[in-house]
Structures are given as structure tokens and as C-alpha cells.
């Protein structure tokens, strides 16, 4: 399965689906897991140039150092229609946190930035809360969350991007400045 379209059938994929496939997606992960339809490194996908509809990624960009690799691959293989979804943990969260496969966190701002720097649209929708002991505490965070639109406070958060920008770096960490170069200076 080389493309997104096959007559007037439109293909979306699920991109890191693990455990999580998706029906109504081709379900891709590295790894053989029930459920997966294709087997594929996310950093170099077996789909033609400008051939899929539409993206999830969710839990993937967190995994990769250099998260990077993975926008330019999506990049490469999205229509200039298609909308792409990721989810990804807020920093200073346990599901940030205790996943030791976890190589790249960022703050919600941040995560707005790379993600603008690949997409003309980019919509912010919180999920859940970052603290869940206390009930009170948690009545309001989601008032603050979902009342004052404070997403910082959510435990993840679901990025839908849409309208596909030529690529450019907003922010290059440290580790990644042999491979794209110093990063750009930002407006004082």
C-alpha cells in the first residue's frame, strides 16, 4: 500500500497506533501488534508525496529526540487538505514524566511553536487535568482549564493542524543544533 487514495476510498493513518489501532485507520507502529496494517518507521513512511488525508499521532512526538524527523515525514506525505491530530503530555505531568522512552518534553508555548512552524492552523484542546487526588483541587482545575482556557494546567493536550506551511524550524534545542544549525533569533 504505496498512497492514501485507491479510486475514491481516502486512507488515514494512525501513526504509532501501538495498542491503540483504530478502525477506521491504517494502523502503523515499528512494532507487530494485533491490529497494526503496516509496519513502518513513522521517521520514514512507505507513502508517496502529498498521498494521505489525513494524520493521528497520538503519544508518538514525545519518543523521538528529535521530533523533527517525524513533522518532515508527515509533512512529506499529507495533501495540502489534510488535517493531522497529535496528542502529546503536558510537561510536568506523570504521563510526561514516567515513560522512560520519553526523549522530547515541551510546554504548551513551545509545542505551539514547532507546530506553527509546519501548519498555517494550529487549535489547542486540553485534556483532563494535571492533578486528580483531591476533588475540589480537580472541580477547579477544570474550571480554570476549560472556563479561563488556562491549558497549561491539562494533563495532555490534542493539537489539530490543518492548512500545511513550508517547514521551518521555530526552535532548535541544543542536541539538535549540529544537525539544522543555531536557532533562529527571536524578536525582543
Not at 45 to 51: A, D, E, G, H
Not at 59 to 76: G, K, S
Not at 81 to 87: L, S, Y
Not at 121 to 139: D, E, I, M, N
Request: net charge positive.
Amino acid at each position: 500500500m504505496g498512497h492514501a487514495r485507491e479510486g475514491s476510498r481516502i486512507w488515514r493513518l494512525n501513526l504509532g497506533a501501538g495498542s491503540r489501532g483504530e478502525p477506521t485507520f491504517i494502523n502503523v507502529d515499528l512494532r507487530q501488534r494485533p491490529g497494526i496494517d503496516v509496519l513502518a518507521d513513522v521517521r520514514a513512511l512507505p507513502f508517496r508525496r502529498r498521498s494521505v488525508a489525513e494524520v493521528q499521532a497520538i503519544a508518538l512526538l514525545e519518543h523521538f529526540a528529535d521530533p523533527y524527523q517525524v513533522l518532515d515525514e508527515i509533512h512529506r506525505i499529507i495533501t495540502p487538505q489534510a488535517r493531522v491530530c497529535f496528542a502529546v503530555p503536558a510537561l510536568g505531568t506523570y504521563g510526561a514524566h514516567l515513560d522512560p522512552d520519553h526523549r522530547f518534553l515541551a510546554d504548551l508555548k513551545l509545542w505551539q511553536e514547532i507546530l506553527g512552524g509546519y501548519y498555517c492552523s494550529v487549535q489547542v484542546r486540553p485534556l483532563g487535568v494535571r492533578y486528580r487526588s483531591s476533588k475540589l483541587l480537580v472541580a477547579l482545575l477544570h474550571l480554570l482549564v476549560r472556563g479561563l482556557r488556562m491549558y497549561d494546567l491539562a494533563q495532555a493536550w490534542v493539537f489539530l493542524c490543518r492548512r500545511p506551511r513550508r517547514p521551518e524550524r521555530r526552535y532548535i534545542p541544543w542536541w539538535l543544533e549540529e544537525r539544522y544549525g543555531s536557532p533562529p533569533e527571536r524578536a525582543r
